[in-house]
């Protein structure tokens, strides 16, 4: 059985290190969700080799679906949070940093319009929420909120990137040794997971 794109279940060697851990969520995480959104929205090589592909029109909502689950991931596995909506925020502003300096009550406003209006509504309803839809924010940003008429927009083709940037930073912070409550949270959640 295959436990990421590349590694067979029968290949590990057990008990796992957290550094293959760390290389089996990333490689999951990048080659079974994030590169596959970036593949359907912009083109490109898909990793292991093979057909260049070319983007996928009219594949925005699908690509938000596969997206979005990222960020109560990222929450979980910080281990900072319970429960669905709280570790999507998490995440989300574990992705987006400037998200914690945006003014009470337009932060509260972004994250509900992110997490209820997109996240819930594809979980839910395989639609995103009024007031929630995609488009190409200013300044090459993933997402953008508009406070006074409360609409969010979200580029499809942007938001993989970042991320995929994200999950770059994640791996490299868990595999720094020094970040010791890090590590031990992930690993924790890892382990529930998927097993040691």
């Known amino acids: 059985m295959k436990v990421t794109w590349k590694d067979q279940d029968h290949d590990l060697v ?3 290190t957290i550094e293959k851990k760390v290389d089996i969520f990333y490689q999951q995480t990048l080659g079974w969700q994030l590169h ?3 593949l359907i929205a912009n083109g490109g ?3 292991g080799g093979g057909t260049r592909l070319v983007p996928i029109e009219h594949s925005g909502f699908a690509v938000l679906q596969i997206c979005l689950s990222y960020f109560e991931t990222i929450g979980k596995y910080r281990g900072l949070s319970s429960g669905s909506g709280a570790n999507f925020r998490t995440g989300a502003e574990d992705v987006f940093p400037a998200l914690g300096k945006i003014p009470e009550p337009e932060d509260g406003e972004l994250l509900d319009a992110l997490y209820k209006g997109g996240r819930c509504g594809l979980y839910h309803n395989s639609r995103t929420a ?5 488009g190409q924010p200013p300044s090459g940003k993933a997402l953008a909120y508009a406070p006074g008429s409360k609409l969010l927009s979200i580029s499809p083709e942007r938001l993989p990137r970042v991320l995929k940037g994200h999950l770059e930073e994640y791996r490299a912070e868990l595999l720094d040794p020094k970040n010791v409550t890090t590590r031990q949270r992930f690993e924790r959640q890892f382990d529930r997971d998927f097993g040691s």
């Open 14 to 16: 057990r008990p796992l």
């Open 36 to 38: 596959i959104a970036d």
């Open 45 to 47: 090589d898909p990793l």
């Open 130 to 134: 009024r007031g929630v839809g995609l």
